[in-house]
């Protein structure tokens, strides 16, 4: 009887110990790349107060600027971030290019064009007689990587407007805060515009858009969150805590009522003066869904023209690699 009870007594201190080691672990450590702000929102997502509840406790949130999606295939392939933002014509190719077979889409960032929403703008000088796409033959056209989303969207119009890449005209790469100088210095004939710098006064003064990625497409999934299914398996609680403060936070963000505090976070983070960005979370913005919902359909829909326009040789069911679960559990958490 006393030899059993010390087993128990030692079984108890054991698991005691455990539990007590597991309460004390080290918070998930989360990289996450982010191509433009404020249309992604990661390095400024938890500024809002009290809308991360779980940071630091469970894990903790490193974003990290990587211009361009294709390069984020990279980084998250070698382990140096935990979450991709990719897109429709990202994931793609990191499904049959770099075979990462593993990677599961967990909660939308950034959707184009729905709903009367902003949609990326192709602009053009207004002084340069470009009045029509089939004036681009020729020409010298800015994309911010090539095989974006916006690139992509790009040559799917313009193949309905007869011209062809390579051999009609030629594409540059350029970051997004830069396009407005490489337009107004000549040095492109065509930039990629977006949030928020095709609301610079500098740019509006002298480009008009000659079309969107809304008029290539009809709408698109241009930013959503990828993991590696091991990383979530091994950290599913700090993944859905994570998620969890996401959609808190896209919700501060989209309420009427925190308004002026929001752009006052966007004023402080790109340095412009607050009565600069009134269009930020309106309808002149980005569209988020907020409750990070991937809009799967139109990502499908995506998917299937850059197959279509010969970027990946075999169809994607994108379903297959959809894991929103995860997010749906962590919006259901929210009173």
Known sequence: MLARLKTIAFVGLALAFAFASAACADPVKIRIAWVVAPPSLSPILFDPPGVAQHLGKSYTFEPINITATPQHITAIAAGEIEIAALNFATFPLAIENAGLTDLR??????????????????MVRNDSGITKAEDLKGKILAVNGLGTGVDMGMRAFLIRHGLHYPGDYTIVEVPFPTMGAVLNDKKADLITGAVPFVYMPELMQHAHTLFTLKDALGGAELSFWVMREGFIKAHHAAVVDLLEDTVRAYRWYYDPKNHDAAIAIVSKFLKRPPEQLGWAFTKRDSYRDTDGIVNLDELQH??????????????????????????????????
């Open 105 to 122: 889409i967990i909660c939308d960032e950034l959707q184009d064009g729905h709903d009367g929403y902003f949609s990326a703008e192709y």
């Open 302 to 335: 995506n998917v299937d023209t850059v197959h279509e326009l010969g970027f990946i040789k075999a169809p994607l069911k994108v379903a297959d690699y959809a894991d929103l679960s995860l997010v749906k559990e962590a919006a259901a958490r929210i009173k």
